[in-house]
């Protein structure tokens, strides 16, 4: 995703829908390669050593062994492809704070759609937390809030990485359907609103971003929100 998003500018959301489909075309395309090199292979032979294929059994033993490569091609392309699938659906918050350490920007994106006042309050205060621990680790942060249809953007400022109000360059009254069209391909760090706690999930694979979902309490624990007391 990184390279199509590098070729044709994608929006997050576009990003995320494509996400499912970028495994299949890879091995589609690694599969068709080999195969391909395979067939030329397979030909080679029968063509260098014409002479031992006289006979039709000893053709129809070479297209046999064809297809069963085909056959062992297509198994290990399953298995390769279920592989991909279990990781990203299993990943840990390990294996996401591996590519939050190795990019220099990271977003926190707030979802306050159908969230109590209070609750609403706790999420921001816990982006805030998050904000300030990659920070000091000298990342920039991207801050987005979508409450209902509207969405507010805050871009740190050249030269700054946000740590405080008059680092950002912040954007009201944006349109949430396309507020996240501007978000580039870095870690993103998800809260969403959930009347019950939820665990943490976490992607790598195809997508980096960690979603958490949980209510005024879940966000609001103190000292800090478990999003931004793990980042310690």
């Known amino acids: 995703m990184a390279i199509a998003s590098s070729m044709v500018p994608l929006s997050f959301k576009t ?10 075309l890879v091995l589609a395309a690694i599969d068709m390669a080999v195969l391909a090199v395979s067939l030329l292979l397979f030909v080679g032979v029968f063509y260098y050593f014409h002479g031992i294929f006289k006979s039709k059994i000893a053709i129809s033993g070479w297209a046999l062994s064809l297809l069963g490569f ?3 091609l297509l198994i290990g392309s399953v298995g390769f492809y279920s592989i991909v699938l279990t990781t ?3 990943a840990t918050f ?3 704070m591996g590519t939050v350490k190795s990019s220099g920007s990271a977003a926190v994106i707030i979802e306050q759609s159908g969230a109590p006042t209070p609750a609403a309050t706790a999420m921001g205060g816990c982006a805030s937390q998050i904000e300030a621990q990659l920070a000091a680790s000298g990342k920039k942060v991207l801050k987005y809030y979508l409450l209902g249809s509207t969405c507010t953007i805050m871009t ?4 700054t990485n946000g740590t405080n109000a008059s680092g950002y360059d912040t954007k009201t009254g944006l349109p949430a359907s396309s507020c996240l069209d501007s978000l580039p391909d870095i870690p ?7 009347a019950t706690n939820q665990a943490p999930t976490f992607t790598t694979v195809v997508t980096k971003q960690a979603i958490f979902k949980g209510n005024e309490e879940y966000y609001g624990k103190k000292p800090m929100c478990d999003a931004a007391n793990v980042l310690k």
Do not use: I
């Open 15 to 24: 990003r995320q829908s494509f996400a499912k489909y970028v495994p299949p």
């Open 70 to 72: 085909v056959f062992l």
């Open 88 to 90: 990203e659906k299993f």
């Open 94 to 96: 390990s294996d996401f």
């Open 156 to 159: 740190p400022k050249n030269g």
């Open 188 to 194: 993103v760090f998800d809260l969403q609103y959930s």
